[in-house]
Nanobody, 123 residues
Framework: QVQLVESGGGLVQAGGSLRLSCAAS????????MGWFRQAPGKEREFVAG???????SYVSSVKGRFVISRDNAKNALYLQMNSLKPEDTALYYC?????????????????WGQGTQVTVSS
């Protein structure tokens, strides 16, 4: 089993920045791919960004150029640097991980999930 705990969410004005963190514990040798999903009220949970164990990345088009995903394998940590935030980025952000080698954009592809951290962007 892998446990994931997110932190770093909060309230920020449009144009501002936030950095989300995710701490992994347990069977971290299984966390080959890690990523972030988000879910806004009344909407489906959507893929935001993913990173493979060797550093390959993937982003949803709406955050490209604004968000940067990174990981520190030695610390079992995942990060999401979010810049130029927009009100439409407001959502509950989830950290996720799986033992697959490739990055998937489908939520059903991920085995482990955190509880989420709220990001609210005011206009």
């Amino acid at each position: 089993q892998v446990q994931l705990v997110e932190s770093g969410g909060g309230l920020v004005q449009a144009g501002g920045s936030l950095r989300l963190s995710c701490a992994a514990s347990g069977r971290t040798d299984s966390t080959y791919t890690m990523g972030w999903f988000r879910q806004a009220p009344g909407k489906e949970r959507e893929f935001v960004a993913g990173v493979s164990r060797n550093g390959g990345t993937s982003y949803v088009s709406s955050v490209k150029g604004r968000f940067v995903i990174s990981r520190d394998n030695a610390k079992n940590a995942l990060y999401l640097q979010m810049n130029s935030l927009k009100p439409e980025d407001t959502a509950l952000y989830y950290c996720t991980a799986d033992d697959k080698w490739y990055i998937s954009t489908y939520r059903t592809s991920y085995k482990y999930w955190g509880q989420g951290t709220q990001v609210t962007v005011s206009s």
